[in-house]
């Protein structure tokens, strides 16, 4: 500070102005400071931590290939080659390891999510369709419809350690909590009880003769197992403490597919592919409470994270019909691509991505809009996508969906749980589900499988019919390649006169 300023104050007895020594000169302050700044920035989070991008997988079956999509772009950021008729896709519960089930060369591909490369391929039984996996990642269960068994994979080792026969026939989709498997014979109209502690059949429950159970799902406290039976339009509903039917509820047609719990358990929802509805099941009476008419051909669905909207996807309608569970009525009908697969759930549940068979891409949804706002192109015949902590319309996936995973959280979708893993680029949570990932299976006595499906964490595949068996109102499955597409064993393949095993592949 000039000094004749400094001379006038001591002059005139003036007060030294504040934050000054008797020279006039401000302190030398700034070691201080720097101290502090040094401080705030070892505890303050890295400004990347909130940013770790999010990546989708999707099982672009006729292409024989994963394509990742960075969801912060919306673009496909990697192409993973695979097995033939890649198909169902499991997230590993930290999100470091993606299984890819290949329908057609008999085998499960393992991808390593950080480096986006296949690192093993590990063969299986005949035609596996879907998988499950345990809450700590170690085993992975996959069905294979066309061997009637079940492969058990050490995930540390990539090998085969069991594989256990399910005394049914058309093992196709599977429920696992924490000591039991239950996988649902389509042909032999049974459910298989499996302990996993020993790898053995425990019980079979009979869903009734001609039903044709597929899919099912887990209430949130695991004492009930919902199972959809295609061909007899029926819900078969297992006491998991007794491995006994103890209700069957008709929903009035055929084609009941993928069910969905909602959150609380109290409600059961199941999409009936040629009633084009979706049927509302109260839980505590086993009695359909509501018929809640969609699109053309419904097959599976996604529940959001707080249970106020159910999203199905219509197959022949392009469409997704978005269902306010608290009116059980349709608010919003969004038109996507060209046969909509399954839809999936983000890890925060406003981003919506549809996959479309037919027109080899996936859309994307803004859930607070109900609008698509971005479609992006993938390989041929995109089936199944998974996401960390996503909400598949499989509750078996990785969570619940896409799909099943056992882990004893509430889903993502599979969630609607979240789990970071810092050393990936993903946040997992314990799917949908069908985890990773479902959302529906939410206690410690239950595994959500979807990511989700969600989400898993999530999210299919089919089940032993050729593409050209598979049920087509009006479209049919581009030239250029041989079943294409795994079908799904719907009611109208059922022979008049009795039913035969489907054609393996």
Do not use: C
Request: net charge positive.
């Amino acid at each position: 500070m000039p000094t004749h300023l400094i001379t006038s104050w001591a002059g005139s007895r003036r007060r030294r102005p504040p934050h000054t020594r008797r020279d006039g000169r401000r302190p030398r302050v700034w070691p201080f400071a720097a101290l502090v700044l040094i401080v705030l920035a070892a505890v303050a989070p890295p400004a990347t931590a909130a940013q770790q991008p999010v990546f989708a997988y999707v099982a672009d079956f006729a292409s024989d290939q994963v394509s990742v999509i960075d969801t912060a772009t919306n673009t496909v950021t990697a192409t993973v080659p695979v097995g033939n008729g890649p198909g169902f896709l499991q997230l590993s519960p930290d999100g470091s390891r993606l299984y890819v089930i290949n329908a057609l060369s008999f085998d499960v591909s393992v991808i390593d999510t950080r480096t986006n490369t296949e690192i093993a391929r590990v063969a299986v039984g005949l035609q596996p369709v879907y998988s499950a996996i345990t809450a700590d990642g170690s085993r992975l269960y996959v069905l294979n419809s066309g061997s009637d068994n079940v492969s058990v994979i050490d995930t540390a080792t990539r090998a085969v350690i069991a594989t256990i026969s399910v005394g049914g026939t058309d093992p196709f989709y599977p429920a696992l909590n924490r000591t039991s498997l239950y996988t649902t014979n389509t042909f032999s109209d049974n459910v298989s009880v499996i302990d996993t502690r020993t790898n053995t059949v425990i019980a079979t429950p009979s869903t009734g003769a001609g039903s044709g159970p597929q899919f099912s799902a887990l209430s949130p406290d695991g004492t009930r197992l919902y199972v959809t039976n295609v061909f007899s339009g029926t819900i078969s509903v297992i006491d998991t403490r007794t491995n006994t039917v103890i209700a069957t509820v008709p929903l009035g047609g055929s084609g009941a597919y993928y069910p969905v719990v909602s959150r609380n358990g109290t409600r059961l929802y199941v999409p009936d592919f040629f009633s084009n509805s979706v049927a509302v099941i109260d839980t505590a009476t086993y009695a359909v409470i509501a018929t809640i008419p969609v699109g053309d051909g419904p097959e599976f669905a996604a529940l959001s994270r707080n249970g106020t909207r159910l999203y199905v996807a219509n197959m022949f309608s392009g469409t997704i019909s978005v269902i306010d569970t608290a009116t059980n009525a349709v608010i919003a009908t969004i038109p996507v691509g060209d046969s909509p697969f399954v839809p999936v759930l983000g890890p925060d549940g406003t981003r919506l991505y549809v996959t479309n068979e037919l027109s080899n891409n996936v859309s994307v949804i803004d859930t607070t809009t109900n609008t698509v706002i971005a479609t992006i192109g993938v390989g041929e015949v995109p089936q199944w996508i998974a996401l960390p902590a996503g909400t598949a319309g499989l509750a078996a996936a990785s969570g619940q969906p896409s799909v099943p995973s056992a882990q004893g959280r509430p889903t993502t979708q599979q969630s609607q749980h979240s789990d970071q893993h810092t050393q990936v680029r993903h946040q997992t949570e314990s799917l949908d589900p069908v985890t990773t990932t479902s959302e529906q299976h939410q206690s410690d006595n239950s595994y959500a499988h979807h990511t989700n499906i969600q989400s898993a964490p999530t999210i299919i595949g089919m089940g032993g019919w050729t593409a050209k068996e598979r049920p087509r109102k009006r479209r049919s499955r581009p030239s250029g390649r041989p079943a294409a597409g795994l079908a799904r064993p719907m009611a109208s393949h059922r022979p008049a006169g009795g039913r035969s095993r489907a054609t393996r592949h």
